[in-house]
């Protein structure tokens, strides 16, 4: 992409900005508005570029300052996405009361920064699940994946369609699909904690590491509804977005997978670029199935998936530089999330907005993760625990720009709304609550310590996935 800036005009949700949604073309999100609505800058070309120099240096000294202070950060109520969110949203406010005046050019740059990390996140946790091992062993997650995950997904559109009557059905699945996937980043104490029973900590980390690539298909499938109303084919929509991934992510990590073998087994490769050569392969599976019309998500999801059974045996360490560098985007992008999506949208939100971004948090979730466990005898503070500790982060503020480009209905800019304050206070309540709540659910695991033989929170389900970034905390 070339030099630019990227920018969002705060605006009527009823009216759908000008965009581009062909599958060829650039990234940006195009606001172009000529009806004389506020814009809301949030980043600026001025004097070639010395602003967005300026922002590329807080950026630098906020993740400089997070990571000397990560370790205290870690015990207590700030957690890093809250910490980077909170710089975005203050850095981009700033500007804005400095009257700062954009261009009116937007480029992709964030847009592309967000899809990578979100690809490169996919990709990493499909390596680090075994999924035979996950369905034949792992009864928690397959419960929250199979059962717990559709029940959200149209509880979540029970409760859209009553609160908002801009919404239809197809709309609010959309709504309800994009906050269903759960972030474990946001609350790394909850699955990090060693006091915490290990069946479930381990339940919680699979279930965040496998639910966004699952809801991934299902919103496409309600994007092509929506756009079939609209008058395009359902069937040619959905056999091009999954089935054109599914095939480019099977071939580019069987094929990677294999030559990274071989090269290994004949020396031709020193360790470290086998780990640095990780980093391409969902880069190039998203934008192989992106530019033959398919979804890149699912192809870096399909393509870890089939090069973590080819790879991890052989070199169980070899995404280890792939997670150190997701953990320093996943906070860039909330930091983006902040001043791109939060700030413009903090005088756009209304009571039912607030009403239900707080019923996705609790209801919407804990219901859903009560009902499919029942018959695992998990104790009452245990649901609870799984219940509450959902966060939605990285996958539903992505999800939320995939809709933005893909979609052109007029719910599209509601949707965004309701997404990006679901996912802020998620951050604020989540951050707040994982460390406080870990420890508190491992005081009382603890002190029931003289029934732990007889406790199913004590089972092990021998499905462990390999997740550095969240197990390490």
Known sequence: ??????????????????????????RALRFNRSDGARRVPVAWNRKEGSLDILLLGIGAVAIGFYALLSGRLSRSIISGPMFFAAVG??????????????TGDVTGVAQVALEMTLALVLFTDAMATNITSWRDQGELPS??????????IVTGALVAVGLFSEFTLVGALIVATILAPTDAALGKPVVSNKRV???????????????DGIALPFLLFFIAIAEAEEGANLITLLLSEV????????????????????SSERG?????????????????????????????????????LIFGRIVLASYPDI???????VEILVMVAFMIFGGLLLQPRLGDFTWEMLLYALLSLTLVRMLPVAISMIGKHLRLPTILYMGWFGPRGLASLIFAAVVIEELDIPETELMVTVVTLTVALSILLHGITAYIGSNAYADWYEHQDEDHDQMHESKDDHSTPRRRRISRG
Request: hydrophobic content about 55%; overall charge neutral.
């Open 1 to 26: 992409m070339g030099g630019g800036c990227v920018v969002i005009y705060r605006g009527d949700h009823h009216h759908v900005p000008d965009l581009a949604f062909g599958r060829r073309r650039s």
């Open 89 to 102: 949203l203050v850095v981009v406010a700033v500007a804005v009361g400095l009257g700062e005046e954009s």
């Open 143 to 152: 419960r929250l994946l199979t059962v717990g995950m559709p029940l959200i």
């Open 197 to 211: 029973a290990g069946r479930i900590r381990q339940a919680l980390n699979i279930e965040s590491g496998l639910n």
């Open 243 to 262: 089935g054109i991934a599914v095939i480019v992510g099977l071939a580019i990590g069987w094929l990677f997978g294999r030559a990274l073998v071989l």
């Open 268 to 304: 031709w490769i020193l360790p470290i670029w086998r780990q640095i050569a990780v980093v391409t392969i969902p880069v190039l599976a998203y934008v192989a199935a992106d530019e033959l019309g398919g979804s890149g998500f699912i192809a870096a999801f399909v393509g870890g």
């Open 319 to 325: 995404a280890d530089f792939a997670e150190d560098l």
